[in-house]
């Protein structure tokens, strides 16, 4: 049953992975896009005197959708800003309870990501009912919903990560423990 369990585990923690690196890649093409979209404003301002009308509308869409595709492959490699000097220092001291605390701060951070996906899934259904956009009519507009959506993937993602976090420090943990009453016995 328990080897039912982590083989389960590793699945869908391989499936996250997948999915957060994907998201990351996707994350660097709207980079290399916007990059596109900005110069193209610059030359065609400065060259036609006929800037791209819309340039801000989607530098603010696509800095949005660059945060949170690349926001869950951020938490997998576990490259969340974060000050860990202190459990750098229990880690020595303490492991057990660094490890506890680490995964207090995972798990909170999965509660957190979770509020995050279940606010935002209603703003997500009445966008995607209504249509509506941001922009200026006649000149450049672009639904919500994307972001939306965007937001409420990244936020599930995340959560999903952080679980998985928590059941493989656990796992860990059991792990450290057998290995420790091994040494004992000998």
């Known amino acids: 049953m328990n080897n039912i369990i982590h083989s389960t585990v590793r699945k869908i923690s391989i499936f996250s992975n997948v999915l957060a690196t994907s998201a990351n890649v996707l994350g660097t093409l709207v980079v290399l896009m916007l990059v596109l979209v900005v110069n193209y404003d610059v030359i065609a301002r400065g060259v036609f005197n006929a800037p791209f009308r819309g340039a801000i509308e989607v530098v603010q869409f696509a800095m949005v959708l660059i945060i949170f595709l690349q926001l869950p492959d951020v938490v997998r490699v576990g490259r969340l800003t974060r000050s860990d000097g202190f459990l750098l220092l229990l880690d020595s001291h303490s492991p057990r309870i660094a490890l506890f605390l680490r ?31 941001f922009g200026i009519p006649g000149v450049f507009v672009a639904p919500w919903w994307p972001i939306k959506l965007t937001i409420f993937f990244s936020a599930s993602l995340c959560t999903l990560i952080f679980v998985l976090r928590v059941l493989t420090m656990q796992n860990a943990l059991l792990k450290k423990r057998k290995e420790a009453a091994k040494g004992a016995e000998k």
Request: glycine share 0%.
């Open 103 to 133: 995964r207090a701060i995972d798990c909170l951070s999965a509660i957190v990501m979770t509020l995050i996906a279940v606010a935002i899934w209603p703003e997500f259904i009445d966008m995607w009912e209504t249509q509506d956009y």
